[in-house]
């Protein structure tokens, strides 16, 4: 059953999500994750958890490195007070007052930018997709290592996990299958889970992106998996 309180943006039904649309937003309040269609939102569901005056690390696990820096400092000149924003003007924020801000694939570059004298360190898992990200802090693993060396990659300090579903896709001859096994997939939020448990993370973001996987039906079928490790009550129904 849906927990109403939980839907900081209700769900629009199963529609084209892409760069700059947001179809739902939804939140388990106590375990402090975040669920979305796409990651446009994960940066404002981050300010709502960390504390700007505490160092922080970032972990990115997804296809792209959402870090496009074409415009980036025209961007940044819209975020000085994103901190004090509702969803709703976050999402609507416009530069040249024509164009979101805030987009699938650039909202990392952002953070990593307006917030650099916190992040402290800063993990991407990725098919090295889009702009590499610019920041210093940047150490990059592969995927090969994900389940025998997370725990130790991100043993220390308090961290962001942001995590996109279409990690777990691949795309041949125009058709996406799931890359890795539902046990994989599971192995992996059962680290997430534990880390939650010990109070190691401070926010998780999780994105269905289902363009990006295929469609609506394969972003649930691996979202099913991951919220029934994670014991949280996401589902449209």
Known sequence: ???????????????????????????????HIYVMDNHRSA???????????????????????????SNLEEWLKYCQSIEDMSITDYLELKYDKEYPVFLWDNYAAIFLSKYKNIVQHSLFVTYQEGDKPLTESLKEERAVDLLDNLEYWTEDGQWIFNIDLDYFFYKKDGVYQQ????????????IVK????????????????????????????????????????????
């Open 1 to 31: 059953m849906k927990d109403l309180e939980s839907w900081l943006m209700p769900f629009k039904e199963r529609k084209y999500s892409g760069a700059t649309n947001q179809n739902f937003l939804w939140k388990d309040n106590s375990k």
């Open 43 to 69: 940066l404002w569901c981050w300010l709502q958890e960390i504390d700007l005056n505490e160092k922080i690390k970032y972990f990115h696990l997804d296809r792209h490195y959402d870090c496009l820096n």
């Open 179 to 190: 890359m890795y096994s539902n046990d994989f997939i599971s192995n992996f939020f059962r």
């Open 194 to 237: 534990a880390k939650i448990d010990r109070n190691e993370i401070k926010v998780t973001t999780i994105a269905l992106s289902p363009e990006c996987c295929g469609g609506w039906e394969n972003a649930e079928k691996v979202s099913r998996i991951a919220c029934d490790i994670l014991e949280i009550n996401f589902n449209f129904k």
